[in-house]
């Protein structure tokens, strides 16, 4: 394993499975959010955001955790191991809902988000976690079907498969 993509919903725990897998393997970790917004949830024009995933799939060795289904084929097609974290929305919604807690109770900045992208809670965003399964989830499974079979793909939906997951490495 060398070049990882980490695939699913918000608040499935991909940028922490990112850190997790980083510390073991050590290799760097990509967070997308991280190169896609800009101060104030400002985002990156599509141009630029390619260009910038071109030269980041480029190297040679990567953890790099986020959806963005649009940059999806490029990195799939560069990836050799994809970590799908197919978890349902309850459990997406709740580990949210702790980490805007968290985070705004104790003034803690994400290591995996822009600076000046404090933490959301607003409906647009629950809503976008809500249709996950509907919306994002099929378009996923349907380009992870035509992953070469060099690709090695992980599906993990229980926080003790993430944990056995981790123990295997």
């Known amino acids: 394993m060398q070049r990882i993509l980490i695939l699913g919903c918000s608040g499935a725990g991909k940028s922490t499975l990112a850190r997790q897998m980083s510390a073991l393997l050590h290799l760097p970790v990509i967070h997308l959010d991280y190169e896609y917004w800009r101060p104030n949830w400002t985002p990156t024009p599509d141009v630029e955001f390619d260009q910038k995933i071109t030269q980041?799939?480029?190297?040679?060795?990567?953890?790099?955790?986020?959806?963005?289904?649009?940059?999806?084929?490029?990195?799939?097609?560069?990836?050799?191991?994809?970590?799908?974290?197919?978890?349902?929305?309850?459990?997406?919604?709740?580990?949210?809902?702790?980490r805007v807690l968290l985070n705004t109770k104790f003034s803690c900045a994400r290591p995996d988000m822009a600076e000046g992208c404090a933490e959301q809670w607003d409906w647009e965003f629950i809503e976008w976690v809500w249709n996950f399964k509907r919306e994002v989830h099929p378009k996923n499974l349907k380009l992870l079907s035509r992953c070469p079979d060099d690709v090695k793909i992980v599906t993990l939906r229980k926080p003790r498969e993430v944990e056995a997951f981790l123990r295997s490495l």
């Open 56 to 98: 980041l799939i480029a190297r040679d060795q990567w953890i790099m955790d986020g959806n963005y289904h649009r940059t999806l084929p490029p990195r799939l097609a560069r990836a050799d191991t994809v970590i799908h974290l197919d978890f349902p929305r309850w459990r997406c919604l709740t580990r949210i809902c702790k």
